[in-house]
């Protein structure tokens, strides 16, 4: 099983961002699915994270700016981010649960400045 993210980048304080996360392998089915973050010298942390059924959580420092989704038919998983703040620059993380096993994706760099 292979995750693999994209749609990182460099954004202005404000802008948006849209990142994408698709799994590829021998996969049945996919329970849970979400988005990490880590930031320079701090932990990595939850920033969303989405069920099978589309139940929804976020981190409180992103609701109302961050949407998360997924296809489950494309095993993908994407992360709409609006109003980006400097303190949003981290790399973020995609993560599967398949068959009550966590897989990670490489991680994708954002970073807002001006």
């Known amino acids: 099983v292979q995750l693999q993210a994209s749609g990182g980048g460099l954004v202005q304080p404000g802008g948006s961002l849209r990142l994408s996360c698709a799994a590829s392998?021998?996969?049945?089915?996919?329970?849970?699915m979400g988005w990490y973050r880590q930031a320079p010298g701090k932990q990595r942390e939850l920033v969303a994270a989405?069920?099978?059924?589309?139940?929804?959580n976020y981190a409180d420092s992103v609701k109302g700016r961050f949407t998360i989704s997924r296809d489950n038919a494309k095993k993908s998983v994407f992360l709409q981010m609006n109003s980006l703040k400097p303190e949003d620059t981290a790399v973020y993380y995609c993560?599967?649960?398949?068959?009550?096993?966590?897989?990670w994706g490489q991680g994708t760099q954002v970073t807002v400045s001006s």
């Open positions: 993560t599967a649960e398949i068959s009550t096993r966590n897989y």
């Open positions: 392998g021998n996969i049945f089915s996919i329970n849970s």
């Open positions: 989405i069920t099978r059924g589309g139940s929804t």
